[in-house]
């Protein structure tokens, strides 16, 4: 498979981080990871198309988003300054 791209390349791929913080209006930073992980959908994209571990690329992904404004910190919660 194809090595994990740099986030600047994967970053398309990954708005649904920004669709999960929409759609729950904030979540809690300390268990946004394992709350992905306990769908079907997360690490099947990884794992398919991304072939990363899945810890690796959700940090890769927030670390960016986050540096880029797309996310932010609000007390221990992540929210999305994209609106609606």
Not at 75 to 80: I, L, N, Q, S
Request: glycine residues 8%; aromatic residues 16%; proline residues 8%.
């Amino acid at each position: 498979m194809t090595p994990t791209p740099a986030p600047s390349v994967i970053l398309p791929g990954f708005y649904f981080f920004v669709y999960t913080l929409l759609m729950k209006g904030r979540v809690p930073r300390a268990t946004f990871f394992e709350n992905l992980m306990v769908t079907n959908w997360y690490p099947d994209t990884i794992n398919r198309y991304f072939a990363g571990d899945c810890q690796t690329v959700f940090d890769k992904v927030i670390t960016d988003f986050n540096r880029r404004g797309i996310i932010g910190k609000v007390g221990e919660d992540w929210v999305t300054t994209v609106k609606p």
